[in-house]
């Protein structure tokens, strides 16, 4: 079992809906929960970070994180095709020997079509 | 564009030729990673700096070897590398490894060994 199971999609929505990208994870020691956003040929970007459960807004994007199911959310309100990208959610192992080590989802193909 | 610069943006090498990546960050960050994505393939961790040395190798192979000349550099030197070694190579920096630190990516090298 991977330690961060992410379903790869792909995922096909139109323009204006709401996304709903999930993910779980097995190790409770996991503290920090990132969603990262990559376009076809650059590098992952950074949409939202946060380490406690319950709900972190900033604009269209909603991270939604639930410790006790091991299960995180990014929620895309009012999608538009310029969203279209692979959305990897990520998880910080802040203790032990993997201190500092990020664990990606296998990250899941967004297209929003107009 | 981001504020990690990596170069080149593409290379291409032989197996009998060395060559060397470069990352450069100016955020003050003290923690600067290398990770590599395969195509369709979240991004793997190779090697963590933090503070200028190294605190994490995920059993690279030694035809790859980082160097961390100073905080806002980071090098990947590369040696009879194989084909399977053509990837995205990522770099990656972060105020302080682990607690409250989000990574921030460069848009990476595209590696082809042919």
């Known amino acids: 079992q991977k330690e961060v199971e992410q379903d790869p999609g792909p995922l096909s929505v139109p323009e204006g809906a709401i996304v709903s990208l999930n993910c779980t994870y097995s190790n409770s020691a996991f503290q920090y929960f990132m969603w990262y956003r990559q376009y076809s040929r650059k590098g992952p970007e950074l949409l939202m970070y946060?380490?406690?459960?319950g709900n972190k807004e900033d604009g269209r994007f909603t991270a939604q994180v639930d410790k006790s199911s091991k299960y995180i959310s990014l929620f895309i309100r009012d999608s538009q095709p310029s969203d279209s990208a692979t959305y990897l959610c990520?998880?910080?192992?802040?203790?032990?020997?993997?201190?500092?080590?990020?664990?990606f989802g296998q990250g899941t193909i967004l297209t929003v079509h107009p | 564009d981001t504020e990690v610069t990596q170069t080149p943006k593409h290379l291409v090498m032989g197996m009998t030729n060395k060559k060397s990546l470069k990352c450069e960050q100016h955020m003050g960050h003290r923690a600067m990673y290398w990770y590599k994505q395969k195509a369709k393939k979240p991004p793997e961790l190779m090697f963590v700096y933090s503070y200028e040395k190294l605190s994490i190798n995920e059993s690279v192979p030694s035809r790859f070897s980082p160097e961390c000349p100073n905080s806002s550099l980071l090098n990947l030197h590369l040696h009879a590398l194989q084909p399977e070694d053509s990837a995205l190579y990522l770099c990656?920096?972060?105020?302080?490894?682990?607690?409250?630190?989000?990574?921030?990516f460069g848009n990476g090298t595209r590696l082809t060994v042919t």
């Open positions: 946060t380490y406690s459960s």
């Open positions: 990656a920096s972060s105020p302080l490894t682990g607690r409250a630190s989000p990574l921030h």
């Open positions: 990520a998880i910080l192992d802040a203790g032990g020997t993997s201190y500092g080590k990020l664990t």
